[in-house]
């Protein structure tokens, strides 16, 4: 199944440095295969043969490699495909490719948030 993981506070300002390369090649000791992240930022698309407990295996071998384990958000592939072409404001987007932005939470949204 192909899954798109999102990792939060990696490569910003100098913290929590991730290379990419070596990253990838984590992610593919864990016996993930067709591997792509998408510049610095840790996000990562792949394809799980259904490795068991891939989250607690990914901040377990993170830790020991690069000393800290981020959060960690997943989504497959299909559902990541239906929040993009969902979005409200295509127009904008075609206009300005970076005005438009999508924010994934861990939990839901409290009501008394907004």
């Known amino acids: 199944m192909i899954k798109v993981l999102l990792l939060r506070g990696v490569n910003v ?7 990419m390369p070596e990253f990838r090649a ?3 000791e864990l016996g ?3 591997v792509e992240t998408h ?3 840790g996000n990562a698309v792949f394809d799980d043969p ?3 407990d891939l989250e607690a295996k990914i901040a377990t071998a993170m830790r020991q490699c690069f000393g800290f384990a981020p959060a960690q958000i ?3 592939a299909a559902a990541h495909a239906q929040i993009v072409a969902s979005c409200p404001y295509k ?3 075609a206009a ?3 005005s438009v932005h999508v924010w994934y939470l861990s939990s839901p949204a409290k009501p008394d948030m907004a």
Do not use: K
């Open 39 to 41: 510049l610095q930022s």
């Open 32 to 34: 993930l295969t067709r």
């Open 26 to 28: 984590l992610l593919e």
């Open 50 to 52: 259904g490795v068991a």
């Open 74 to 76: 997943y989504l497959d």
């Open 96 to 98: 300005d490719p970076t």
């Open 13 to 19: 300002a100098g913290a929590n440095r991730l290379p």
């Open 91 to 93: 127009a904008e987007a």
